[in-house]
């Protein structure tokens, strides 16, 4: 297998723009794959149209540059309701995380999603959305060992993006022909498939956030139910001398101010309802090395009735690197309560 690592560092974007489709929902009912796609002007041979696919939502697309008839690696495959791509594809050996774990049996993809819905939050499923299959026909699934940042999707807002690895375990390091069953969305109604073809490249382009929900700026002021959330301020820095970000990195501090209308005491849990996201949606958490470095970042937030708390949230990230966005999840059983602010 061609190791293809080399390529998750965000630096390499898919210029060709060429997407694919994922068949009609109710035309996937019974669980078939996508068998084919059309041309770039949108018709399609006879042998590779799908019989009862819905001509709204048909597939539409080219070939990859190899030739192959499927989607490859960096292809998009898209519905009205979820972009997904795989970007790259390597082995254990490329991933210090997993050097420890028995490596010769790790295949590490990097995937991208995106919520391509205009006003519905979209449920992706990191785990049981993916499934790697070799050319013997034997299935593998996605395992919780594997590198950082993972594909963290889970709910995604209308048009934002996730972006991470998805890791693969015992996989035989002779294994070849391997390809990606894709079926991403949660849900009943949620049938769509397609499979990539892990091992040819092909034309895409690079899955980023383009919100169709509201994004604060420094300074605003949201409210959800009880809860009156700031983000005053944005900070950078490379430690205190004792404790330093990674070679490259650095921390992100972010100012808020939390007040609690209601009559209970509230609680906000930051490193499960808060967290980082950049333009391609990798998910930065909470550092814990943040927190020893500044007496003011907090790995959690309570707040008294009727009062407020000022306090601060610590990440590390890539040095210089922009947009950033804070993801603050004031609800974390019911969708709907994401905001988003823009940091720089």
């Known amino acids: 297998m061609t190791d293809r690592s080399r390529c998750t560092d965000g630096s ?5 723009s060429r997407r694919r489709y994922l068949a009609a929902l109710l035309a996937l009912a019974g669980g078939a794959p996508l068998g084919g796609c059309a041309s770039e002007s949108g018709s399609s041979p006879a042998s590779e149209t799908p019989a009862t696919t819905d001509a709204a939502t048909a597939p539409t697309g080219t070939r990859s540059t190899d030739g192959t008839d499927g989607p490859a690696l960096g292809d998009v495959v898209e519905d009205d309701r979820l972009a997904v791509v795989a970007y790259s594809v390597g082995r254990s050996a490329d991933f210090e995380s997993l050097e420890v774990l028995n490596g010769d049996g790790h295949v590490v993809v990097e995937m991208g999603v995106k919520n391509t819905h205009g006003s519905e ?16 026909g034997t299935e593998y699934h996605p395992t919780v060992a594997g590198p950082e940042p993972r594909l963290d999707a889970g709910a995604l807002a ?4 996730a972006r991470g690895f998805v890791t693969f375990d015992r996989v035989p390091a002779d294994a070849t022909g391997l390809s990606l069953d894709v079926a991403p969305t949660a849900g009943p109604g949620d049938l769509g498939r397609a499979t990539i073809d892990l091992e040819s490249d092909g034309e895409g382009r690079t899955l980023t956030h383009d919100f169709a929900v509201p994004v604060h700026d420094l300074g605003d002021t949201t409210e959800y139910r009880d809860t009156r959330f700031t983000v005053d301020a944005v900070r950078t820095s490379t430690g205190d001398g004792a404790v330093t970000p990674r070679p490259g990195h650095e921390f992100v501090v972010v100012d808020i101010t939390v007040e609690n209308t209601a009559d209970d005491e509230l609680f906000v849990n930051t490193p499960v309802q808060a967290d980082l996201k950049d333009t391609a949606g990798r998910t930065y958490d909470l550092s814990t090395d943040a927190i020893l470095a500044f007496e003011d970042v907090a790995a959690s937030v309570t707040v008294d009735p009727e009062s407020s708390v000022h306090t601060a949230l610590g990440f590390e990230v890539e040095a210089g690197l922009e947009p950033l966005y804070l993801v603050v999840d004031l609800d974390s059983i019911w969708v709907g309560g994401r905001t988003f602010y823009r940091l720089r």
């Open 158 to 161: 209308p048009g934002e993006a």
């Open 12 to 16: 390499h974007t898919f210029d060709g």
């Open 121 to 136: 939050y979209v449920g992706v499923s990191s785990r049981g959305g993916f499934t790697l299959r070799d050319a013997d």
